[in-house]
């Protein structure tokens, strides 16, 4: 491994050591131009290429029927929690939302501006010691929802599911934490949306895949930029779009073909949380609650049955260069984010850490 230390950020997070080479040369001359990605307008050919490339690049990592449309928009996954309102549904409608964590709590809280009732369809159970999911076949659904919203990997708790709803209505999925980590059936699916800067690249730039029979009922006040049909329309480029975003996330869809593409990744990430969660299991000092079926391969929380190391932990971890470990400010405790980019040797030197500090304070 690198110089670099081992960053265990939830977002914005670490990305491949080769694609941030390629982007700095890139920064300063991109492909013998002698012009910064910065500064490339975004009607050249070369961007053309780029934006095309890494939609057909996301198209073939997650075999997208024709269709779906891949939009690459403004604002984040944020922007999108107000944007599937505004498309989808009318002033009139009810919407219903699973309600499985912390960013799901609050894409209902936006999505209530916008229609006329929210639906919670089910909520996690939660005690100190056992925290889960419902199933999919036990959620309360509304009988005429103009859309169920669901965030399969809820990027703060730590929570995760697998099931769907059986259901009429479209489904649209947050997959900002997951999206590119594993197997994704689209064709379930209405939509699937994500924020770039968990799994994909940079922050700012949301991926939104779209069947196509969803786009075409706007409001009148959906903005452009947020219009799925408009941007369709033209290629994602109502607003200039973030050149160096999609440059960036381009680079990162190509990394991942090498790496053998969605399917050869999951099975690294399997390992990967895997051993964290051993290595937790088997302490006396480190704790998740998170009912196996329900534990996040991605986002890996846990709390101290010692709090009073908590701060020496973060300190002599950062010592080792393993940084940014510290959990949401909202939940506390600890967190590993284990997305696509960080090497297995990451969560084994992390692992062989939280180990040692056990032992040495045992
Ligand atoms: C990070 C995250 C968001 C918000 O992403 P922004 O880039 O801040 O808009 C929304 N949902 C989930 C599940 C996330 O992990």
Do not use: C
């Amino acid at each position: 491994m690198s110089e670099r230390p081992a960053n265990f950020n939830a977002g914005p997070a670490t990305l491949p050591e080769e694609v941030l080479e390629e982007a700095a040369a890139a920064m300063l001359d991109y492909g013998g131009t002698g012009i910064s990605i910065a500064e490339l307008g975004h009607r050249t050919d070369a961007f053309e290429t780029i934006i095309g490339e890494a939609g057909a690049d996301l198209r073939s990592l997650l075999d997208l029927p024709p269709e779906y449309m891949v939009l690459f928009l403004p604002g984040g996954a944020r922007g999108q929690f107000a944007a599937v309102p505004i498309n989808l549904a009318r002033k009139t409608d009810i919407a219903d939302y699973a309600v499985t964590g912390s960013w799901s709590k609050q894409a209902a809280a936006q999505g209530r501006r916008y229609v006329h009732r929210v639906k919670h369809a089910v909520t996690p159970v939660s005690t100190d010691t056992d925290i889960y999911v419902p199933p999919a076949s036990e959620w309360k659904l509304s009988d005429n929802a103009a859309y169920v919203h669901i965030t399969p990997n809820e990027t703060i708790d730590g929570v995760a599911f697998d099931d769907l709803p059986d259901t009429d209505a479209p489904i649209v999925s947050d997959e900002s934490s997951r999206l590119l980590s594993q197997p994704l059936d689209i064709t379930r699916l209405g939509i699937a949306y994500a924020s770039a800067q968990k799994n994909v690249g940079p922050a700012g730039l949301a991926i939104v895949i779209v069947h196509e029979d969803l786009a075409q009922k706007p409001r009148k006040i959906t903005p452009d930029v947020w219009n799925y049909n408009t941007q369709a329309k033209q290629d994602s480029m109502v607003n200039t779009p973030p050149v160096v975003s999609i440059y960036i996330a381009g680079l990162v869809l190509k990394w991942l073909i090498k790496q053998g593409g969605v399917e050869a990744i999951a099975e690294v990430n399997k390992s990967k949380a895997t051993m964290l969660y051993n290595a937790i299991d088997e302490s006396t000092l480190y704790v998740n609650s998170v009912r196996a079926r329900n534990r996040s391969r991605m986002n890996v929380p846990f709390n101290f049955t010692r709090p009073e190391l908590e701060a020496a932990f973060y300190e002599q971890a950062a010592h080792e260069r393993l940084v940014n470990l510290e959990g949401h400010r909202s939940v506390g405790g600890a967190r590993a984010s284990l997305y696509n980019a960080m090497p297995m040797l990451g969560v084994t030197r992390l692992v062989e850490f939280m180990k040692a500090f056990e032992a040495a304070h045992s």
